[in-house]
């Protein structure tokens, strides 16, 4: 186990890390993170570690105080069913409406879409985006690259891309985020929403939390 945070020049996962921290006093408890399925663990596990002390969100009623909500990786048709077995899409959706920020990063990125070229789940509807599942091959073609984040400053950040979504079409009022070198989007902004094809919440780089924070927050 590494204790600088990086193995052969790379960020380590992590969960490596993180859970054997003691996490600072938390400043905030108004962030949420559907934990139904998926990786919810590792952003909690950062939020923690930026002050924050975050709703893992299993009811409706936990949406309501909430100002933001991150929608982690993990299998987006298990999570759409699960979803609404508990009865959160709608909640999610009127939340959304009430201008509750929200993040999805690889599952939850297919989740928040307006459409899917693929026939299943069934997205949430909120981001002005069309989007392909695992469009970017199967695990084996899973694979992870640096990229120049204006909105993040600094050095690049190291992406991690698993069975990832891919942007292929985008509405008038999304931005573009982070690029990869060939000019395809991985990462996109509509107001309050974001997402991401990729998962920050696999590297020891809390930039991308933080820059959903600001978001929240209304400070970028």
Not at 105 to 115: E, N, Q, R, V, Y
Request: proline letters at 6%; charged letters at 20%; a neutral charge.
């Amino acid at each position: 186990m590494t204790t600088s945070g990086w193995v052969h020049g790379k960020p380590t996962p992590i969960t490596w890390e993180l859970a054997m921290q003691k996490a600072p006093i938390p400043r905030m408890s108004n962030i949420g993170v559907l934990a139904l399925q998926g990786d919810f663990l590792e952003h909690i596990l950062v939020l923690r570690h930026l002050g924050v002390d975050p709703v893992e969100v299993r009811k409706p009623e936990q949406l309501e105080a909430l100002a933001g909500l991150i929608i982690p990786g993990g299998e987006s048709t298990t999570m759409a069913n699960l979803m609404d077995a508990f009865e959160l899409r709608g909640a999610i959706q009127q939340r959304a409406r009430q201008a509750m920020a929200i993040w999805g990063s690889c599952a939850g990125m297919i989740l928040l879409a307006k459409h899917l070229v693929d026939e299943r789940p069934m997205p949430l509807g909120l981001m002005a985006m069309t989007v392909s599942r695992n469009a970017y091959g199967r695990q084996l073609e899973s694979f992870e690259t640096d990229l120049d984040i204006p909105a993040l400053q600094g050095k690049p950040f190291h992406a991690v891309f698993i069975r990832a979504p891919k942007f292929v079409g985008l509405g008038k009022n999304v931005e573009i985020v982070a690029e990869l070198p060939n000019g395809e989007a991985v990462a996109a902004r509509q107001g309050k929403l974001l997402a991401t094809s990729f998962h920050p919440e696999l590297t020891n780089d809390f930039r991308f939390h933080q820059y959903f924070l600001e978001i929240v927050h209304g400070t970028v």
